[in-house]
């Protein structure tokens, strides 16, 4: 009942820029926090930024100071601005949500993921 879709990967060169958008929408009660994970050829799947719904943030040390994430509530909605990219952030990129459906029942949602790359 409940769907995230995501938008904004693509190629960039590195110190380039791309803005990541996920979008929530079904039966939402409350969305407790929204996130983004990302996982790079070979490697395990990886926490890059959080967002609570009181606007608490929390980034991996690795996108501290290039990474922005925010949400906009009334469309709920998520975004990461990747700024100064490095060939090091290539990787699909997922966004999560914990959402609280109007039945009360609170779970994990993931999007079909997005692929970003940063590549001369």
């Known amino acids: 009942q409940v769907q995230l879709v995501e938008s904004g990967g693509g190629l960039v060169q590195p110190g380039g820029s791309l803005r990541l958008s996920c979008a929530a929408s079904?039966?939402?009660?409350?969305?407790?926090?929204m996130g983004w994970y990302r996982q790079a050829p070979g490697k395990e799947r990886e926490s890059v930024a959080a967002?609570?719904?009181?606007?608490?943030?929390n980034y991996a040390d690795s996108v501290k100071g290039r990474f922005t994430i925010s949400r906009d509530n009334a469309k709920n909605t998520v975004y990461l601005q990747m700024n100064s990219l490095k060939p090091e952030d290539t990787a699909d990129y997922y966004c999560?949500?914990?959402?609280?459906?109007?039945?009360?029942?609170?779970?994990?949602?993931w999007g079909q993921g997005t692929q970003v790359t940063v590549s001369s």
């Open positions: 967002i609570t719904s009181s606007g608490t943030t």
């Open positions: 999560n949500a914990e959402i609280t459906s109007y039945t009360y029942v609170t779970s994990r949602y």
């Open positions: 079904g039966s939402i009660f409350n969305i407790r926090s």
